[in-house]
């Protein structure tokens, strides 16, 4: 089993940016496709980011596609999702996902975190 739990959610400014944190315990992550989802007030939870096991393949939602950034450390047995020009419509809460296979859009994730808050106000 894999455990994740997110950190570094809060309240930005349009325009600022935040630095979100997945620490895994449990397992080694280097063994795992790591990413980010995020579910929005009203509306499904959608796929945000994810990077395959050795860091070189790597996938954005259009949406933040040039704003975010996905990144992975191993020897911390962490994953982090770096957000800059944040815009209101990316208020939602971000979940920290792990999965033996490539992470997808559509795929269906083996681990959840609990969830980070986000709020961008305008």
């Known amino acids: 089993q894999v455990q994740l739990v997110e950190s570094g959610g809060g309240l930005v400014q349009a325009g600022g940016s935040l630095r979100l944190s997945c620490a895994a315990s449990g397992r080694t992550i280097s063994n795992y496709a790591m990413g980010w989802f995020r579910q929005a007030p009203g509306k499904e939870r959608e796929f945000v980011a994810s990077i395959n096991r050795n860091g070189d393949v790597i996938y954005y939602a259009g949406s933040v596609k040039g704003r975010f950034t996905i990144s992975r450390d191993n020897a911390k047995n962490a994953v982090y999702l770096q957000m800059n020009s944040l815009k209101p419509e990316d208020t939602a809460v971000y979940y920290c996902?792990?999965?033996?296979?490539?992470?997808?859009?559509?795929?269906?994730?083996?681990?959840w975190g609990q969830g980070t808050q986000v709020t961008v106000s305008s």
């Open positions: 996902a792990a999965d033996a296979t490539l992470i997808t859009p559509r795929a269906v994730v083996d681990y």
